[in-house]
């Protein structure tokens, strides 16, 4: 039982969130990196050839230099043993970014320091706040010219409505970064590029502020600077809390630079100190907490399929959250009614898999799935089977009428339709009582349509023809025995069903919405479909 609660203990499970290009996918390379799980970090938007970054494993992530799926990616560092979940920067791709949220227990988000806060961080950040779990930030790029740290405070405070204590502070920035001054510890973490990019580990050199040494190491001006910026700080910012951390209500802020390594192994060694170990879940059963539950748990987040062509396989990632994972042990999946065993199991490092014989709460591993798994499922071996809070699906935004160029490769292009539907990457409709002769894709953002005619061709050898549609809006029919044809509807709403044969209404417009109620009056709609 110690050795059970001792493994929980050390579990850390976070999400990296942050604007395209701030600097995420850099960050997570080097934490792999110390943490050993890599022996070299590429550089993600390198010169061509050069390595692309393990956390982008599919083929149009490294063509275009963004991460568009979630990683997984597992580690242990300093007696922790840490899960990092790498979330799309892309705002086309929030939708599977809320769905990593909710199997992370915290959050680090990057900011770049030229920059500040950007407008997907502003999304993310509203995802995080609502499941009210601990931020960390780390603004990136100080070995650049960027604003004032002051000024960077204020906006994260300003824009995103959460009080900041940074743990560090900049001295410079751009061709005059000096390092950082750590607030704990009193000393100055001193920066030398060496113009070798990301290679050596800073210098920690202690020093107190009036030291005449510091002069002739920061600059006299750099050093007055400093002095002025840290009483100021002593005097006004917030105090440090951790309980406002654990709640989201202040977020610890760390200055570095990710590309040059500064900064990484001090931010990972006092975030992990600093954040949570697996947090309780809810369910129908109430809150299940991993160290008073014995009974295993888990809850399926993501499932992608194809994430490695000679494995053509499906894989569904379930997050722990109680009990012990044993390869080969039966489980009950709740949503499907039955048992079912979990013999073929694995933890990944982006495309790379490795067995998993077992696991704790706060892990995620991936199951392969031979199709009974939706996004949301739980599994447990609790006796009283329950479930956890279902996942919500955001609602499509953008339309597209797909069908397949080659008519002889239709059982492909369902196959390949229906799989990445599953994933949660897209949606699927149909004409009421109809299959695949006709299918209108929703997405959230409209990369994901760039995505699924890439896939559909490199996965699946299927040519799509792609007509974009006029639709903005969704809403689904609550009434069970409505007659789509019977309905008082304008001539640009298309009424539909989707693939659980749930009916459907797309306008083109609000005012589209608002005829459809006035001239239904017990018409039901809703822009969220039930699970």
């Known amino acids: 039982m110690k050795d059970f609660l001792q493994q929980i203990e050390k579990r850390r499970t976070f999400a990296i969130i942050s604007h395209p290009d701030a600097g995420k996918t850099t ?42 799926t979630s990683s997984v990616l597992q580690f242990n560092y300093d007696g922790y043993c840490v899960n990092i979940l790498d979330t799309p920067g892309h705002q086309d791709f929030s939708e599977d970014t809320y769905r990593t949220l909710m199997a992370a227990d915290s959050a680090v988000m990057v900011i770049d320091a030229a920059k500040g806060v950007e407008n997907q961080t502003k999304k993310l950040f509203k995802v995080c706040t609502m499941r009210g779990i601990p931020i960390f930030t780390f603004i990136n790029k100080m070995d650049r010219d960027s604003r004032d740290p002051f000024d960077l405070m204020e906006e994260i405070e300003n824009v995103l409505g959460i009080q900041t204590y940074p743990m560090n502070w900049p001295i410079g920035s751009g061709k005059d970064f000096k390092g950082v001054y750590d607030r704990q510890r009193r000393e ?65 802020v760390f200055f570095g630079s990710a590309l040059t390594n500064f900064g990484v192994e001090p931010f990972i060694k006092e975030f992990l100190a600093l954040t949570t170990p697996p947090l309780p879940r809810h369910s129908s059963a109430g809150m299940i907490d991993p160290i008073e539950n014995d009974d295993f748990s888990a809850f399926v987040f993501k499932i992608q399929a194809n994430m490695n062509k000679a494995h053509r396989d499906r894989i569904a990632f ?59 499922d739980t599994i447990t071996t609790a006796k009283t089977p329950f479930t956890f809070d279902s996942i919500p699906t955001f609602a499509p935004e953008h339309f597209a009428r797909i069908s397949q160029v080659d008519t002889m490769k239709r059982k492909q292009f369902v196959k390949g339709m229906e799989q990445i539907a599953q994933e949660g990457a897209i949606q699927i409709f149909k004409e009421p009582g109809g299959g695949f002769e006709e299918v209108i894709v929703g997405v959230v953002g409209v990369l994901q349509l760039e995505v699924l005619e890439h896939r559909l061709k490199t996965e699946y050898n299927v040519d799509i023809r792609m007509q974009t ?59 969220v479909a039930q699970n």
């Open 27 to 68: 960050l997570t390379e080097k934490l792999l990196l110390y943490g050993g799980a890599i022996q070299q970090a590429g550089i993600v938007k390198g010169k061509k050839g050069a390595r692309a970054a393990t956390s982008d494993w599919m083929e149009i992530e490294k063509q275009r230099g963004i991460s568009v």
């Open 469 to 527: 549609l006029p639709y903005q809006f969704i809403r689904w029919i609550e009434n069970e025995d409505v007659d789509l044809r019977k309905l008082n509807i304008t001539s640009d709403t298309k009424a539909l069903e989707d693939f659980r044969d749930r009916k459907l209404l797309l306008f083109t417009s609000q005012w589209n919405i608002n005829w459809a109620t006035e001239k239904n009056p017990d018409l039901k709609l809703v822009d």
């Open 318 to 376: 379930m997050r722990i959250v109680s009990g012990r994972f044993e390869r080969g042990m039966d489980v009950f999946h709740v949503q499907g009614g039955k048992k079912v065993r979990l013999s073929q199991s694995t933890q990944l490092m982006a495309s790379e898999r490795e067995i998993v014989d077992e696991a704790f709460a706060g892990d995620i591993i991936g199951i392969f799935d031979p199709g009974i798994f939706s996004i949301g």
């Open 188 to 252: 100055i973490l001193a920066f030398k590029h060496d113009g070798k990019v990301g290679v050596n580990q800073a210098q920690s050199i202690s020093a107190k502020l009036g030291d005449a040494d510091l002069d002739e190491l920061i600059t006299a001006p750099l050093h007055e600077t400093l002095a002025a910026d840290i009483e100021l700080l002593d005097g006004a910012s917030y105090e440090f809390d951790r309980e406002m951390v654990n709640n989201g209500k202040l977020t610890p």
